[in-house]
RNA sequence: GUGGGUGUAGCUCAGUUUGGUAGAGCACCUGGUUGUGGCCCAGGACGUCGUGGGUUCAAGUCCCAUCACUCACCCCA
């Protein structure tokens, strides 16, 4: 037997229902707030991704899909949305006849990390992109709207994590802070932090390590060090979540994996995942585009991990089957013909039919029409095709009325909307 | 990449300690009811015991390897 590769996974029926509405409901809003659809490869050149999302973080390091195309230039499976969204933004250059671009966009993501509960190497994300905008009121909204999403969807025991992880201007100052800090600790840090302490020290931060917990303590914070500009920008950005009764905490260890994150920062985590308990995480990222060659505008964007979110969403409600409205018990090959024909036109006109093209007993057809859950069933044998007209039965109520087979379909669609109307 | 747990019927699992004819419940099929589902009763089908090797007269059971799943570390959505 062939298996499919490790870390990968099958979405079956059970599931899909719930991926769509999650994706129906996400794109409802997501257009009422001005935002549109953009589709794009999920392979891109390596380079993209070792530019935007930094050479020394542990997806660029060691989690990365890379293969050699024929030119042997190096592509990989895209890791995350926004740098082929930054690169879309750039190369066709979406800001020449408008700046301001609002744009999501739904697929899969590929990291190479060990398996696990809501991880998998082959994820799907929702990624919405705001550029051409400075003002803080847009950090606001968009977690918003984030936050509007999930209730939408009847998530509860959410929190969002709010921090500002300062610019250029003011955020060497604290990364030299910090690396005296840790350095003055020196013996205290774990192995992988040590190594962090270097190449990017703000990772230790978000460190679980007990001992470097400990250290983590009384090191300066973010928010004592941002610069005048980041620092209003902060304030604004709580005022005005504030004002919409958005709940959030202010986490100074809050840290993107990514390099390309400035000033605001947050993430939806839950409590009912286990350890991966972010499922949606996002921030500003105001030097990226002019970093890819583009011109100099900000932006901010987050996340969704759908994976998750799924996974919540089922843990909830029930998802409601789509149970047939007809099912069609034809007895004997004598029938086929004509019953093959009806259920067709059922399935024209929108009324769901499930036909058994066996020979199999009465019995054992209306057994099946119990077992999927058929509404009514339509029995047809040589006796009801010589009377011309065929038995519809109500499984709930066990009522069995005739139909006459002149004008059947009309018949049944009568007869299904009176139904619902007494349900 | 590191550590723990688990792989036996379609599903949930027992059997592994102490090697000796592969099991239960649910689901499925047939019949009881000659053309009517759920409940009941009777019968039936279903397994290379994850895979490969080894020990043994004999391996689901012991040993080695390997794969997969799973949880945690790590990382992140």
């Known amino acids: 037997m062939i298996q499919l590769i490790r870390g990968f996974k099958d979405i079956l029926p059970d599931e899909t229902q719930t ?43 060691k989690e990365m899909y890379t293969f050699e195309g024929s ?70 909204q968009l977690i918003f709207m984030l936050w509007t999403f999930f209730t939408r969807l009847e998530i509860t025991g959410l929190s969002v994590q709010l921090n500002s992880l300062g610019c250029p201007a003011c955020r060497p100052t604290f990364k030299e802070a910090l690396a ?39 090191a ?6 941002l610069c005048e500009d980041c620092a209003r920008h902060f304030t604004s950005v709580q005022s005005a979540l504030a004002s919409q009764g958005i ?19 947050f993430e939806i985590q839950t409590n009912a995942l286990g350890a991966q308990n972010a499922i949606a995480g996002g921030g500003r990222y105001d030097k990226l585009v002019k970093m890819l060659d583009g011109p100099e505008q900000p932006a901010i964007g987050f996340a969704i991990g759908l994976d998750r979110l799924v996974a919540l969403v089922m843990q909830g409600l029930a998802q409601k089957e789509l149970t047939p409205d007809i099912f069609i018990a034809a007895l004997g090959e004598e029938t086929r013909e004509k019953t093959f024909e009806w259920s067709c036109a059922l399935g ?5 039919t499930e036909i058994d093209f066996s020979n199999k007993s009465l019995k054992a057809l209306m057994k099946r029409a119990h077992r999927i859950g058929a509404a009514n069933v339509l029995i047809v044998g040589t006796q009801e095709i010589e009377e011309g007209a065929v ?33």
């Not at 809003?29 to 993209?48: D, M, N, T, Y």
């Not at 020290?201 to 007990?210: A, F, G, T």
């Open 19 to 61: 991926w769509r509405h999650i994706e129906d409901t996400a794109i409802a809003l997501f257009q009422s707030f001005g935002f549109r659809e953009i589709r794009l490869p999920i392979v891109e050149k390596a380079e993209l991704f070792q530019r935007s999302i930094g050479e020394h973080t542990d997806i660029v390091e």
């Open 71 to 140: 030119k042997k230039e190096l592509i990989t499976l895209r890791p995350e949305a926004t740098a082929s969204v930054v690169r879309s933004y750039i190369q066709q250059k979406l800001y020449a006849k408008e700046p301001i671009q609002k744009l999501y966009t739904i697929g899969p993501m590929f990291r190479r990390e060990r398996p696990q509960k809501g991880r998998y190497r082959q994820f799907y994300q929702i990624n919405a992109e705001v550029f051409g905008i400075a003002s803080p009121y847009i950090d606001a």
């Open 180 to 218: 005296s800090h840790l350095a003055s600790k020196n013996g205290k840090l774990c192995s992988d932090c040590v190594r962090r302490q270097d190449k990017n020290p703000l990772r230790v931060l978000d460190c679980k390590v007990p001992s470097c917990q400990e250290v983590i303590g009384d």
């Open 220 to 225: 300066p914070s973010m928010a004592d060090y």
């Open 247 to 265: 709940p959030f905490t202010l986490n100074p260890r809050l840290v993107r994996g990514l390099d390309y994150y400035t000033r605001t920062a």
């Open 348 to 352: 024209l006109e929108g009324i769901r």
């Open 391 to 423: 038995l519809l039965r109500n499984m709930q109520t066990k009522e069995q009325v005739a139909i006459p087979i002149e004008g059947m379909v009309n018949h049944i669609k009568k007869y299904l909307t009176t139904q619902d109307g007494v349900v």
